[in-house]
């Protein structure tokens, strides 16, 4: 019989889970788990093409397993679509401190270097589906940012 | 204009022995739609990895394999659903590498050979601008698989078709050499356009009963939304041309069977391989 205090522990053993590009964000902080019920746990993909989906599924799956929950069920869904207001705010300072400029809402991007708003956008894609290439105009530095999706 | 290849109506949508002929009808509907929807997305994608490691730089590199990754995520939603929907055992894999090149269905804009950088970014913009309207129309359908795939990739197409916008100015509004490459680009897929309006037999059906879209309903703001870009790139809209039509009935440019021999090697020449 599944307990509140099973679906708690599901939960943890998912904040465990680190996103295979960007490993100091868990999938709980990406807003990649939807759902966790009773035998199931709910994930959606960020992006239809993100070869990190498959990957992330996997990790899950041997936590899961790892941890005695053998018999929990992993769904992907796609609807609501995933959206960057679902990456939470312990996430965003996570990203933030790994060099990644989380996304926001603002025209320009705060520099995760030195802080500078004097940032500007070099290129719409990135290193990964999610991510915009940007450069601080006072410290020079290029670094990822985040797109609002 | 020539005649058109006969419509290839899907098996058991009519004729004698056909068992509950609507419910077959409404599947052969279904197939077809995510066939169309699911090769537009699979040829493009593929079209633009051929870009890899070859773009003009690092940057534009990333956004042309971005934007492939997206397409094909793409396709493999609509392919697996499509796979599903005409219950025989196929997924979106043996539909993408086990299907001639007169089985496949995507329209012939995506198709065309990359040109150079100019030529490409041309056929983005008149794609991606297209698809997006398609797809925001798409996320009402009575499929609720088309409408959640359409919900999900109409934000990845949204920037596709900003991007696309962006080079065009910049490439039209630039230097005389950008500036005729661009000219060039647009006149050479100006004649694929009419077909992304086309409403055959099959799409009209689907249109009909909510799981497809109307495309004539949007193809003012799909008109307005070029020309504005294109003002904007001080340009002139190229001549019309006779249009070119026949890819959703599996009648193809000569570039398709090239692309197919290179994306389907592996898995012809390896079949069931697996690592």
Same mark, same amino acid.
């Given at each position: 019989?599944? @307990? ?16 295979? %590009? ?18 199931? +746990? ?8 993100? /070869? ?23 769904? @992907? +869904? ?9 990456? @939470? %705010? ?15 809402? %603002? ?21 990964? /589906? ?20 | &204009? ?9 098996? #058991? ?6 068992? *509950? ?12 739609t995510?066939?169309r929807l699911?090769d537009d997305s =699979?040829v493009l #994608? ?21 934007m492939? =990754?997206d397409l094909?995520?793409q ?7 499509? #796979?599903?929907?005409? #219950?025989?055992?196929?997924?979106? *894999? ?5 299907? *001639?090149?007169?089985?496949?269905r995507n329209c012939w804009l995506v198709e065309q ?5 100019a030529q490409t970014m041309a056929r983005q913009f008149l794609f991606s601008t297209w698809q997006k309207m398609l797809f925001e129309h798409l996320t009402a359908s009575?499929?609720?698989?088309i409408?959640?795939?359409a919900a999900?990739a109409v934000k990845e197409v949204t920037y596709h078709a900003e991007l696309a916008a962006e080079w065009v100015v910049?490439l039209g ?9 661009m000219i060039?680009g647009l006149d050479w897929h100006w004649r694929f356009v009419p077909e992304l309006f086309e409403m055959d037999?099959i799409a009209a059906?689907a249109a009909?009963?909510?799981?497809g879209a109307d495309v004539a309903k949007f193809r003012a703001d799909y008109d307005a939304r070029i020309r504005a870009v294109l003002a904007q790139a001080t340009l002139e809209p190229p001549a019309d041309q006779r249009p070119i039509l026949g890819g959703r ?13 290179? &994306?389907? $090697?592996?898995?012809?020449? $390896?079949? *069931?391989?697996?690592?």
């Open positions: 019989m599944v @307990t509140i205090l099973d679906t708690d522990a599901v939960w943890q053993v998912l904040e465990s889970v680190a996103d295979p %590009e960007i490993p100091v964000v868990s999938v709980v902080d990406l807003g990649i788990v939807r759902d966790v019920g009773p035998k199931r +746990v709910t994930i959606t993909p960020t992006y239809t093409g993100c /070869p990190a989906t498959q990957v992330i599924e996997r990790d899950i799956r041997s936590a899961l397993d790892a941890a005695g929950f053998r018999d929990v069920s992993i769904e @992907t +869904v796609l609807s609501p679509p995933w959206t960057t207001d679902w990456i @939470t %705010e312990s996430g965003k300072a996570k990203l933030h401190a790994y060099g990644i400029a989380p996304p926001s809402a %603002e025209r320009t991007a705060v520099c995760p270097q030195c802080g500078s708003a004097a940032t500007e956008e070099i290129s719409r894609f990135g290193s990964t /589906p999610c991510k915009a290439q940007w450069r601080c105009r006072d410290c020079l530095e290029p670094f990822d940012r985040f797109k609002c999706h | &204009m020539a005649s058109l290849p006969p419509i290839d109506v899907p098996r #058991g949508a009519t004729g004698e022995g056909a068992f *509950d002929a609507p419910a077959e009808e409404l599947r052969g509907v279904v197939f077809e995510l066939l699911g =699979l #994608g593929q079209r633009l990895g051929e870009w890899c490691g070859h773009a003009p730089s690092v940057e534009v590199d990333l956004s042309l394999a971005n492939g =990754l094909i995520g396709a493999t939603l609509f392919l697996n659903a499509a #796979g599903e929907a005409e #219950g025989q055992g196929r997924d979106g *894999d043996s539909l993408a590498f086990r299907r *001639d090149v007169l089985d496949f050979p990359n040109g150079d950088f009575s499929d609720e698989t409408a959640a795939i999900k910049r509004d630039g230097t005389g050499e950008s500036r005729r490459r060039e037999e059906k009909e009963c909510g799981i009935r599996g009648h193809h440019s000569e570039h398709l069977g090239h692309l197919l021999a290179v &994306m389907q $090697y592996l898995p012809r020449t $390896y079949p *069931d391989a697996t690592w």
